[in-house]
């Protein structure tokens, strides 16, 4: 299976500020037949599920804010938030589709400082 | 707007099976370009994708858990379900179902889930 590994695995940072979150695959998620990082990252709140917020590594679902952005290639990938907002405080996965099993990082968990 | 909703026990015991059963609303479960699939996350932890279906019944598995679960869809209720067979405490979790993304060769990511059923396996 495809591990995937978040860094760090929880961070708490002052609101305005920038937040960054790595995500690192043991192996490529890059299909060089299309050029495409099969990498997803979502967002989960207490007692929610799972929020879609990128897929292909940096494309933004509709109506996530352009605050999130997605980064990254191969084995390296990179979720930042350009201006924390309250409301941004969530366990954040990544995901690879490359292979099946589909797999997750453990979640970094993100709050307020 | 697309609704998923999961529905089953809360509570199972030990070396018996877990059903539980997804109802979509807003779609048809026919899509040429979804599967329909389950994801759980056990008590402070991660996600694990267990398996998929598409609607015609092609399914993938986690092969982690292929000997003991089986996804089915019917398509006239537009529901699709989840048996995972002689569970343990270690299957105690949140069971999602999830709408996947799907290319036509590949099953991509999810982007809407249900809200999550609680399953407890206990005596």
């Known amino acids: 299976d495809f591990v995937m590994t978040q860094s760090p695995d929880s961070l708490a940072v002052s609101l305005g500020e920038r937040v960054t979150i790595n995500c690192k695959s043991s192996?490529?998620?890059?299909?060089?037949?299309?050029?495409?990082?099969?990498l997803a990252w979502y967002q989960q709140k207490p007692g929610q599920p799972p929020k879609l917020l990128l897929y292909w590594a940096s494309t933004r679902e509709s109506g996530v804010p352009d605050r999130f952005s997605g980064s990254g290639s191969g084995t390296d990938f990179t979720l930042t938030i350009s201006s924390l907002q309250a409301e941004d405080v969530a366990v954040y996965y990544c995901q690879q589709y490359y292979a099946t099993p589909q797999t997750f990082g453990q979640g970094t968990k993100l709050e307020i400082k | 707007q697309l609704q998923l909703q999961e529905s089953g026990p809360g509570l199972v015991k030990p070396s018996e099976t877990l059903s539980l059963t997804c109802s979509v609303s807003?779609?048809?479960?026919?899509?040429?370009?979804?599967?329909w699939g389950w994801i759980r996350q056990p008590p402070g932890k991660g996600l694990e994708w267990i398996g998929s279906i598409f609607y015609y019944g092609d399914t993938s598995y986690n092969p982690s858990l292929q000997s003991r679960v089986t996804i089915s869809v019917d398509t006239a209720k537009n529901q699709f379900s989840l048996k995972v067979r002689s569970v343990v405490a270690a299957d105690t979790a949140v069971y999602y179902c999830?709408?996947?993304?799907?290319?036509?060769?590949?099953?991509?990511?999810?982007?809407?889930w249900g809200q999550g059923s609680q399953v407890t396996v206990s005596s």
């Open positions: 807003g779609v048809s479960i026919t899509s040429v370009s979804h599967y």
């Open positions: 192996q490529t998620v890059l299909y060089s037949s299309n050029n495409k990082n099969y």
């Open positions: 999830a709408r996947h993304v799907w290319s036509g060769t590949y099953i991509y990511y999810s982007d809407h």
